[in-house]
DNA sequence: GGCTAAGCGAGACGGTACGTCGAGTCTTGGG
DNA sequence: CCCAAGACTCGACGTACCGTCTCGCTTAGCC
């Protein structure tokens, strides 16, 4: 039984109002620039409805990552049994979301948000490369002599997503030879 | 003849007074928090005074970065001759900035203004490893075979720092072998 | 049903304590040197609370003339039954003001005030003389027999608060006869 | 001979562009608005040369009155021998200036000048009145009875700008029986 | 069904900082 | 010594948001 709460219940309408016109501000106008005054205007909803539940605007963010509604995907590591094959088609898609015209300057402000908040950080390293779903695939493949057995498996995503985030922050153009270019770096020189 | 530049000239005391305010600002309280007006007042100065000759306090940063007043030292690579243990040391002092007080969230900061200034970025980067230092090292190393003849050259510092920027993105304490995993990530297999 | 007004009702404390910071500095540093800012600041309110309520420091002024902080009183025409003596003493009343030290500068603000708000000269306008008050009185003496048949009625109080005005405006010295003599100039001559 | 001072003498040609763009500003926007920076760009000439010889620009616009920049006329009142037919006559003049689109603020813009600077006040009034020439002029007439005796002659100046300059403040609109109604209350019933 | 909470949209409040304008002073270099 | 140019410090402008605080209304469990 729960303790006994009365009075209205939270509004899952000005709840999802709330991340979606976030979502929509963040993407129209990059993190600075984002404002809760603004974002209460879009959503329709007063502005301590959003001081209620969230504590400020990078909270919010971290939020939307959680739902998915910054990052078009999970950018889940493919499994097709090549895992240099999947590494690779997997940071093709990391790195390809920068083509898209929004997407420009996605990464810089998920990167501005999260170094002012560390939960955002947390969420966005793990919605590019998930810890969890990243290292087993790399230690088995240690283990089965696919790559060098010296391999320090915590450190590749970590270099991988690393130097895609310096990239876009250092707004180098794209270059669809990186992907491979990085793996190899990484997982060291392909048998041959 | 000179084209006729008339009035007084550009106060040196100034611009000085304001860089320093600035540098000392950012180092105690970040870069948000970080206010023309305050920087204004530290340094005796008028608004007008900043405001003439930077645009806003992402330019104050880049100017700072490019005199040296953020980051201790131009992290160049030593060279003992051993390149692996060079890059080694170079990249745990790059880290070690992470050690001093100060430093906790000088490179979140860094990383904040590069997010929204382009030049900031490129500063940063070269500061950490100028490219025209890095590369030919490492060129040279691989035509000599000291690493594999398939490195790809340009993205090795890119992964390096990108770790490194990650890690301080996400809060992950300090590791004392971290440089000696990356570089060996990096360069591949030590010879035995 | 009244119309759906929301949210909370403007603050009494605040709209008064602007009045009176305004009346206060109105006094001590005349119109010009008068700022919103060290209104607000004085008032212990922010800014956009004074903008939200008044276009500028002339609107305050015409506030501050209604609410009558300004002038000491209304200066009605007394009514004794003497017409003549009444608006001598009327007149001495609104010369009177210029002998009190802060009353010094007081016309002369009051006068830059109305220059570049209508509402301002209006106002000033109708507390140094009332016509609602003071037009009948005249009618019904020229009626009466006791003025002359062709007075101009409507002109009578502009002549005379317009000389008031102008010599306070040419920092002409007060002078004890002038408002017997004003009085005598518009009235025509006494009756023998 | 003149006492030993040497280098250069003061440019005429800067002093008259100067009063010039005075005037012209004056005219176009109003007294408030009125800057010494814009008028020295206008001018084209230095801040500090409009500092060398003004103290502010009050008395920039003293100046422009005494010049007759700003003053269709010097209003003086003409002489046909009917006395109150001239003064009607000179009046009307003196109003007349509200007809002009420029002129519409133009009293206004003077009265505000006049509020802030003692010198403006003086030429101001000495512009549209002098009293050299009026007040002889009323003797006269009161002497040969042309008007009454007992007619307070220094205030009848007074009444007639100050009633015109107090419908400047208030805006009120211009009459063009009001300069005959004005005379006749100051001068008392005409002879019939 | 009435009572008491809580959530809600709205929006006023005291503040901080913004980026701009202009004031009045000072400094250059040329005449 | 004057002049045009223009950089300097300083004060105020009017605006944008911050985070907090009423308002009056709606919504829900509890007696």
């Known amino acids: 039984m729960p303790e006994g709460r009365r009075g209205a219940v939270r509004s899952e309408a000005a709840r999802v109002a709330i991340l979606e016109a976030t979502a929509a501000l963040f993407a129209e106008r990059?993190?600075?620039?984002?404002?809760?005054?603004?974002?209460?205007?879009?959503?329709?909803?007063?502005?301590?409805?959003?001081?209620?539940?969230?504590?400020?605007?990078?909270?919010?963010?971290a939020d939307c990552l959680l739902e998915g509604m910054l990052l078009p995907d999970r950018f889940a590591v493919p499994d097709t049994g090549d895992l240099r094959a999947d590494l690779i088609a997997w940071l093709a898609g990391v790195e390809g979301v920068l083509d898209s015209p929004t997407g420009e300057g996605l990464y810089r402000s998920l990167i501005a948000a999260a170094s002012e908040n560390a939960e955002v950080a947390q969420r966005l390293r793990e919605s590019l490369a998930d810890p969890?779903?990243?290292?087993?695939?790399?230690?088995?493949?240690?283990?089965?002599?696919?790559?060098?057995?010296?391999?320090?498996?915590?450190?590749?995503?970590?270099?991988?997503?690393?130097?895609?985030?310096?990239?876009?922050?250092?707004?180098?153009?794209?270059?669809?030879?990186?992907?491979?270019?990085?793996v190899d770096l990484t997982l060291g020189p392909r048998p041959s």
Do not use: C, N
Request: without cysteine.
């Open 30 to 61: 990059g993190y600075d620039h984002l404002s809760i005054e603004g974002i209460a205007a879009r959503a329709g909803v007063g502005k301590q409805t959003v001081y209620r539940w969230w504590p400020g605007k990078s909270a919010l963010i």
């Open 132 to 182: 969890r779903l990243f290292a087993p695939r790399l230690r088995a493949a240690r283990d089965s002599g696919e790559v060098r057995a010296d391999l320090p498996v915590d450190e590749v995503s970590e270099a991988l997503i690393g130097a895609i985030m310096l990239r876009a922050l250092a707004r180098t153009p794209r270059d669809p030879g990186l992907p491979e270019r990085l």
